[in-house]
């Protein structure tokens, strides 16, 4: 009975982490994206005139 149980909420957390992940990898990439992004932006300004 316990197997059963247990066998259930494993599936459940499988699932649950395969949705959180699947949310967090596009939002890591853009944060990834942004940051090396704006890094040549203050290059530009503060680079001597």
């Known amino acids: ?22 949310f967090l990898n596009p939002l890591i990439i853009m944060v990834i994206v942004e940051m090396i992004s704006i890094i040549p932006i203050f290059k530009i300004f503060n680079a001597p005139a």
């Open 1 to 22: 009975m316990t197997m059963i149980v247990a066998d259930l909420y494993e599936d459940e957390v499988e699932q649950a982490i395969k949705v959180l992940t699947s």
